[in-house]
């Protein structure tokens, strides 16, 4: 006979003794929507606002926003949340229309932090709502101080599970309120959000971990871009429609002095793409992976004594890093010869935010302009994968 055990949430109109439906069954359901931070249900999900509506005047998202309406009043926007409770799950909660709430009145001397809150009261585990609303907007008052410091903290999944004023439950952060001696609010928005199983989570002003599993997305609004968490923990840039192909020319000749190292100018932008940046003879990589880097560069013909040039991809901040490039010998040749062409190329793997330029070096004698008339100074960047 094989061994069995029993499990415990089962939805269903089944009547009678354990089997009837509770609200703690309702969270577990609730759970299965969200992202979470433990497999393991009623033991983690990840807590904050769900980012609903979008202010394109502005460019953030309005769901929970606090605003300073006047002196020491704030307006909240409408919007829904969700608080984790350890063993009960995902408390949800909402404000239907915009509510105003006020601080204390300004402390006499030193500034105090304030901590505006979304905080829900679950009798069934001892909490007691001050107005027998099980889930309100509050302001957590904090002490006065020359450096003030926060009333509460949040526990590893964004939630407050303890608070200095009586009744319990738990909450959320909203924004914290540093009040002055003047009555003056300076805001800070701490708002987290929370993500829909399968879909593209959105940062708030408050989201700064590294919480995911592997494919999960989310949208980056501080730089405008999607992002897709990679098998190695890393979130990476998606950029809809985006290739990972750039090529550069030189349109403006640029002249190099003999046995010095110069870095190459590119001043034209024949395909850009989001996941490399240029800015004066600087490559910025903005996609981790390998890349796939050739060029081409064209010198006016040399007089006198042919020469030995060379051309290398290299670090910004190290002569020997990144290395690689072409080189071409031109000793023993005579003077009067046409424009010279240099080749280069090579494979490197970056990180996000790895910068490279292109170095020239001549040693002709004397100075060398590069020939720009038939556009064939050129770099062209490919990224090639992971």
């Not at 009960?88 to 009145?105: I, K, M, R």
């Not at 932090?113 to 008052?141: A, H, K, L």
């Not at 020319?249 to 989001?274: G, L, Y």
Request: hydrophobic content about 35%.
């Amino acid at each position: 006979m094989p061994t069995n055990a029993a499990a415990t949430g089962f939805w269903s109109a089944m009547p009678g003794g354990s089997r009837v439906n509770n609200a703690r069954q309702g969270r577990a359901l609730l759970q299965a929507v969200y992202q979470n931070n433990d497999a393991t249900p009623m033991n983690g999900t990840r807590s904050g606002v769900l980012p609903t509506t979008w202010d394109v005047a502005n460019t953030r998202f309005t769901d929970l926003l606090v605003t300073v309406t006047s002196g020491l009043t704030m307006g909240v926007a409408p919007g829904s949340a969700i608080a984790h409770r350890s063993g009960q799950g995902p408390y949800e909660g909402w404000l239907t229309a915009a509510a105003s709430v006020t601080c204390d009145p300004a402390p006499a001397s030193n500034p105090r932090n304030d901590i505006v809150v979304m905080r829900w009261y679950d009798s069934t585990q001892g909490d007691t709502s001050p107005d027998g609303n099980p889930c309100r907007i509050e302001i957590i008052t904090g002490t006065p101080g020359a450096v003030p410091a926060d009333p509460i903290s949040v526990n590893s999944l964004g939630v407050y599970t303890s608070f200095p004023t009586s009744g319990g439950g738990v909450g959320i952060p909203l924004a914290r309120a540093q009040v002055s001696t003047g009555g003056v609010i300076t805001l800070t928005r701490l708002r987290r959000s929370v993500g829909v199983l399968g879909a593209t989570r959105a940062l708030l002003e408050g989201d700064s971990d590294t919480a995911g599993s592997v494919g999960d997305h989310r949208y980056n609004p501080a730089t405008d871009v999607l992002e897709v968490k990679d098998s190695a923990g890393n979130w990476q840039r998606i950029v809809p429609g985006a290739t990972g192909y750039a090529e550069y020319s030189q349109t403006a000749a640029q002249t190099v002095a003999t046995s010095t190292n110069a870095r190459m100018t590119f001043d034209t932008a024949v395909e850009s793409s989001p996941y490399i940046s240029y800015s004066g003879g600087v490559f910025t990589v903005n996609r981790a992976g390998t890349w796939s880097i050739t060029g081409t560069i064209r010198w006016n013909g040399a007089s006198g004594n042919g020469f030995f040039e060379r051309a290398a991809v290299l670090s910004t901040t190290s002569a020997t890093a990144y290395r690689f490039g072409g080189n071409n010998d031109y000793t023993g040749i005579g003077g009067g010869q046409p424009a010279l062409q240099l080749q280069f190329a090579g494979q490197k793997r970056f990180a996000a935010g790895d910068t490279f330029a292109v170095w020239l070096w001549q040693a002709s004698g004397g100075n060398l302009t590069t020939n720009v008339a038939l556009d064939s100074n050129r770099i062209q960047m490919k990224w090639t994968g992971l």
